[in-house]
């Protein structure tokens, strides 16, 4: 799976910390989670774009 964001500080917005991402596989209720300290935007501004699962 590629992950891509932007930072949040280009916003101008207020940056408070994610503690990690989760991923939900189709046609399933089971997530992924992935543990990082991440910055983020406090409010709905788009920061991530997630590509599609691969197969190693």
Known sequence: MEVL???AG???C???TAYGLRAYLPGTG???FAAAAIPVCERNVSLFSVGPFRTP
């Open 5 to 7: 964001f932007t930072s």
């Open 10 to 12: 280009v916003y101008g």
């Open 14 to 16: 207020t940056v408070v």
């Open 30 to 32: 089971d997530g992924i």
